[in-house]
């Protein structure tokens, strides 16, 4: 795929979506990396009812300890893997107060070392809450990038490595989120919705579909 056609895609999408963010409810940076955190094989909705409950209770990192562990846990039990998360959850609250002042740090080394945080989340928090033009490739950025020939990679490090290096400038900061829509409501996995695709005649894939 050629530099030319990246550009008409990604132009495409932006007015499609002038600004597009998250499908996660948040208000403050902690309020999106606790979302990210329980976000591990759940849908947003499902985290999103979560925080609903949570977040009027404790949204800081020191409420949350204060609210101990078997409270957190029990705000967010209708959440798959909700032991494990709420124990990561409680250990970068800890994190946060005693190394960060309270606050979410806003550099990848920083936000690595917190518990259940890794590349992909780290991105999201720095694309998002920061405005980073970083790109948090889970599996529908995968299959979107290699599936339309944007950036095809054998995995996930790869894939971001060359949208980094192939999306234009001027898209990066939101093509993450784009991309993440794209793959979640047309370009699905089983049977992609080509008939209703805004880049249908840019995209390389070989077996389109005629579905809406």
Known sequence: MNAQKRHEIFARLQAENPHPTTELNWNTPFELLAAVLLSAQATDVGVNKATARLYPVANTPQAIIDLG???????????????????????????LVNQHGGEVPDTRQALEALP????????????????????????????????????????????????????????????HHWLILHGRYTCIARKPRCGS???????DYKDKTELA
Not at 147 to 164: F, N, S, W, Y
């Open 197 to 203: 695709c805004i880049i249908e005649d840019l995209c």
């Open 69 to 95: 562990i078997d409270e957190l846990k029990a705000h967010i039990k209708t959440i798959g893997l909700y032991n494990t998360k709420a124990e990561n959850l409680m250990k970068t609250c800890h994190i």
């Open 116 to 175: 259940g945080v890794g590349r992909k989340t780290a991105n999201v928090i720095l694309n998002t809450a920061f405005g980073q033009p970083t790109m948090a490739v889970d599996t529908h950025i995968f299959r979107v990038s290699n599936r339309t020939g944007i950036a095809k990679g054998k995995d996930v490090v790869e894939v971001e490595q060359k949208l980094l290096r192939h999306v234009p400038k001027g898209f990066l900061h939101d093509a």
